[in-house]
Structures are given as C-alpha cells and as structure tokens.
C-alpha cells in the first residue's frame, strides 16, 4: 500500500507541473485547432533560462516568470512565421523548434545540463515550512496550476479571448466580421509556448537540472492528457475543461509509473510512453461518438 502511495503521491506531483504543458498544447491543438511543434523546442528552452537564472543568484520566482518569457519569445517567432511568412503551422513550429535547439544550447552556455544541486527553487521555499519535497512541488505546483487556469478563464471571457476562440473555430468567418485572425493566431501561439515554457522551468527546479534533450516527447504527453480529460468528461465550458487537464496529466503520469514498476527497461521507457498514448487516443472510439452533425472543432470539447 505505502508504494502505491508513493507512486500516486509521485504521478500527482509530476502531473501538476506536467499539466502546464498539456494546457499550453490545449490552446494551439484544440482552441486555435492548428498542430504546433514549438513545444518540444519551448519546454526545454523554460528549464535552461530558470536554470542559468538560478546559478547566477536569481530569485527564483523571477527566474520562472523570465523562463515564462522565453516561451512567449518562441510563440511569437512560430505565430510570425505562420501568419506573416505564410508557413504551415506545423512546419513553422518544426522551424521554430530546430533553432530553439541552438538557442537553448547557447543559454545554457553550450552544455548538455545545467545543475541545481545546492540552488534555492520555488519548493525549497515551501519545504522551509516543513513539508516533504512531494508535498511541497503539490502544494506550489497547485497554485500556479489554478492561477494560469483563473487567469485564462477569465481571458477567454473577454473580447479578445472570444476572438481567439471564434478564430480557430472558423477563421474565414472570424475575418469576415473584423477580427483580426492573423493577431489573434500569433497571441495564441504566444500564450501556449509561454505556458509550455513554464512548464519546463518548474520541472527543472523539480529534478534539479535542465537538460537540452528534455523537450523530445513533451509533445506526446500533452497530447494524452488532453485525451484522456476528454474522455472522462465531455462538453465542458474552458474553466472546466482547463481543470481536467490536471487531472488528465495525473493519471498519465500515474499510467507510466504503472508500467515502469513492470521492469521495464530504461531504454524502453519511449516505447511505453509511445504504447499508452496509443491506448488514450483509441479510446474516444471507444467512449466517445463523436461530434454532432453541425458541431465544430472547438464544439465538441468545449460548450459554454
């Protein structure tokens, strides 16, 4: 019972930071309805600018909100290269990501990782108050979960949030009534590479190190959070459905740590990640019928 603790106490907490990730791959998959690959490129680009912030004395709130930054920088890029450039979405973020890759190397000043070994992050702060490394990454990662979601509900409520929403839904449309499609697909783009970033800036702190091949597969799990929170529950208005990506991004991380007690080998450790993505995404078949005649992309995760 204790390691079955341990393991739900673990996937909990990997999946509040993870669910940051699976958030910002939700704006670009499902509100925008566009395939960006920026993320695999912006997550490890959010560990490498806490990371160096951190080694060099930098408070670690403002070494996460900096990392937040970054992640916009890389938003903007891919949103210019698709709107301006004219570039498919997926290859622009496949463009975006190539040079993150460089970027990212030169951050962390041409080194594979970077430690934190001995560094003040935003848990040690937490554990100060007596709480366990795992309670501590629960509790802030808690926090900063449910104030993004706050924050994003309350943006997608207004002018400008809707005008985001109506332009992935049908941007021929969008741009007929005056919205500007092409501002609203870049500021999209911005927010979920931002949120991307964060992500990748609170695991670092996390595992203690940024790693420059931590963004390969990142993409993978964002997905099958996503899958798996529609397939717990469907047609919710955003708030709602932004909060079972916490949920979502749990029962992931809480499937692979299943699997991984199976002995499974570390060099096989993608190949299980690959076969339970597999498994979340047939399962809409199964559960799931569908859209409704007449329901449209964002319509059918989404109802308001």
């Known amino acids: 019972m204790s390691t079955f603790q341990d393991l739900f106490l673990s996937a909990t907490s990997q999946g509040l930071l993870w669910s940051l990730m699976a958030i910002g791959v939700y704006l670009t998959f499902r509100i ?29 709130f403002v070494a996460t ?14 949103g210019i290269l698709n709107t301006k450039l004219r570039i498919p979405a997926l290859l622009a973020g496949i463009i975006t990501m190539t040079g993150l890759y460089s970027i990212t190397s030169r951050v962390m000043g041409n080194a594979a990782n ?7 992050t935003i ?12 309670n501590a990454v629960i509790v802030m990662g808690l926090i900063i979960s449910l104030l993004v979601i706050i924050l994003l509900d309350v943006f997608f409520k207004t002018e400008i949030g809707l005008a985001m929403r ?15 499609t092409e501002q609203m697909k870049i500021l999209g783009f911005m927010i979920s590479n931002g949120c991307i970033a964060l992500s990748g800036a609170l695991l670092a702190q996390n595992n203690g190190f940024a790693d420059l091949n931590s963004g390969v597969g990142t993409l993978v799990i964002g997905l099958a959070s996503i899958i798996i929170a529609e ?6 208005s955003i708030g709602k459905r932004l909060l079972t990506l916490i949920v979502g991004a749990i029962i992931y991380r809480l499937i692979l740590a299943l699997v991984f007690q ?36 964002n319509d059918a995760s989404i109802k308001n």
């Open 231 to 236: 397939v717990l529950v469907r047609n919710l």
């Open 123 to 134: 848990f040690t702060s937490m554990q100060d108050w007596g709480l366990s490394h795992n």
């Open 166 to 180: 109506a332009t992935g839904d049908n941007p021929q449309m969008s741009a007929a009534n005056g919205i500007k």
């Open 114 to 120: 970077v430690s934190l070994l001995g560094k003040a």
């Open 32 to 60: 925008l309805d566009l395939a960006d690959m920026t993320a695999e490129g912006s997550f490890p680009l959010g560990g490498a600018i806490t990371a160096i912030c951190l080694v060099k004395g930098v408070n670690p």
């Open 65 to 78: 909100i900096a990392a937040f930054g970054g992640g916009l920088i890389a938003g903007l890029v891919t």
């Open 262 to 297: 199976m002995n499974v080998e570390p060099s096989d450790s993608k190949l299980a990640s690959a076969l339970v993505l597999v498994v979340c995404l047939a399962l809409p078949n199964f559960h799931l019928t569908g859209k409704k005649k007449g329901e449209t992309n």
